[in-house]
């Protein structure tokens, strides 16, 4: 297998220029002008960037929460995941109670063999946080799993034990002295749930008050504890979906003392807010997601901070739950409306607006959606950049290409998406996966899941 792309300019996040992509047996073997041609296949990349394929740090495929199940599977969900330009995944494996991690481990691999069609990797979310439970943790790098997420909300909630600060602090001993990383959902659950049965009680029902009940006071003390605990481990932090300015202003204060903690965003949060959960005839139940959507002032500062470096990616955290069906389980309460929303499609097309709106550069772009997420997890450079030895994970981009977003035209099983009729400019037209070209058009077009498990080397503070 040899390929040739050609007439593209290539884009990494450290260079923007002119130059064609050869790629031999699955692996990138030059980059440079004029490469010879003699048995490749000829992929014209005129008028289009050539790009490295992302990765999405954070997904839910085949994941059973709130006593429902998510609408995409490791088949669909990685397929609308390689239409929207992304070629690599880690997804979150749930721990059963009284399961260990490694048994844990085996039902995600169950789920995702033979299924996904981009490649794949795990975090594992713990939930039962036994003595021995802990004492597995120094084994999970040799599974080639180097990320437990821990929970600081859903006291009581199946599948996501909100964790006391005695477990996280044992867990981040064991992660810092192993080379993994701590994950946090850092909401203060207590009150979250304290404030939630206060708008209960007074017959505050509807979807709104579920940002009501879960304010940024609740995601910026969370935050400024793990990093606090983080900083007394000596262990790396990484603070997963963060929505506001009150907890980027905790991260900025803890990377200022020298803590080794990273966040990220994702695609809901530069563009939702409140307003989106007070839409009429229950159609702000789309919208719940936890965190909550904050406000617009919110969306700012995000794209500011992803333009000056101080969050290091955007992730989808695709739960897609059904709006007939699943959803509409809450409607007339807004504390069993299952949390979570689709994006994995969306996410890259979505952050490319950013690059049409000033905000920041191509290299950036490249930066937040591939290489970083590369970087922090452990995969770089086999993913995330252009380069010789690199796997041929490509995306070949049109920034004039423009579609309105609607549910028709998008690859998930889910029956709605948060972005229905936003005009965007900048997509994907082609993606390869090791060489092999499975997406063309926006349309998948491979022959067979062909999605490989990635063994992720140790978390490196050091790479971002």
């Known amino acids: 297998m040899k390929t ?79 239409c929207g330009g992304t070629t690599a995944i880690v997804d979150f494996c749930q721990q059963g109670v009284g399961t260990s991690l490694k048994d844990s481990l085996a039902v995600w691999h169950g789920k995702a063999g033979g299924r996904s069609v981009i490649d794949y990797g795990f ?49 981040m001993e064991k992660t810092r002295a192993s080379g993994s990383v701590v994950m946090v959902h850092a909401e203060n659950g207590d009150a979250a749930d304290m404030l939630r049965d206060m708008c209960a009680a007074r017959g505050d029902l509807s979807p709104k008050f579920h940002a009501v009940s879960r304010p940024p006071r609740t995601e910026s003390e969370a935050t400024a504890r793990a990093i606090a605990h983080a900083e007394l481990m000596g262990a790396p932090l990484y603070v997963v979906h963060l929505t506001c300015e009150d907890a980027l202003d905790e991260l900025i204060r803890g990377r200022r003392r020298g803590a080794p903690v990273f966040a990220e965003t994702c695609t809901q949060y530069l563009y939702c807010t409140t ?120 995306v070949i981009w049109d920034p004039e290409a423009e579609m309105v977003m609607t549910k028709p035209a998008l690859h998930s099983a889910v029956d709605y998406t948060l972005f229905e009729g936003m005009p965007v400019k900048g997509l994907p037209r082609t ?21 490989r498990f990635l063994k992720r080397a140790a978390f490196d503070p050091g790479a971002v």
């Open 275 to 394: 307003d989106d959960l007070d839409r009429p005839d229950f159609e702000g139940a789309k919208y719940v997601f936890t965190p909550p959507v904050r406000s617009a002032r919110d969306n700012e500062v995000l794209w500011n901070a992803l333009s000056m470096g101080l969050l290091k990616a955007v992730s989808s955290d695709h739960s897609p739950w059904n709006f007939v069906g699943q959803k509409d389980l809450g409607r007339d309460d807004f504390r069993k409306i299952p949390n979570g929303a689709p994006g994995i499609e969306e996410r890259m097309t979505m952050v490319w607006q950013g690059v049409n709106q000033g905000r920041f550069g191509i290299d950036r772009f490249v930066d937040i959606v591939s290489t970083n997420p590369a970087r922090l997890f452990g995969l770089y450079p086999q993913k995330g950049t252009i380069a010789a030895g690199s796997d041929a994970d490509i």
């Open 123 to 171: 975090h594992i979310i713990i939930n039962d946080p036994s003595d021995a439970v802990i004492e597995e943790i120094p084994e999970l790098p040799g599974q080639g799993v180097t990320s437990v997420k821990l929970f600081m909300a859903y006291r009581g909630v199946p599948g996501m034990t909100q964790i006391d600060d005695l477990t996280m602090l044992r867990i």
């Open 431 to 451: 993606v390869f996966l090791r060489g092999e070209m499975i997406v063309d058009g926006r349309e998948y077009i491979g022959s067979a899941p062909g999605g």
């Open 4 to 82: 040739l792309i050609r007439n593209g300019t290539v884009a990494t996040a450290s260079a923007v220029h002119r130059a064609d992509v050869l790629v031999e047996e699955g692996v990138i073997a030059a980059v440079g002008l004029d490469l010879d041609a003699a048995g490749a296949e000829v992929v014209d990349a005129g008028g289009c960037y050539v790009m490295p394929g992302g990765i999405d740090v954070h997904t839910h495929l085949d994941n059973t929460s709130f006593g429902v199940t998510t609408a995409d599977d490791f088949a669909t969900g990685t397929i609308a995941a390689a």
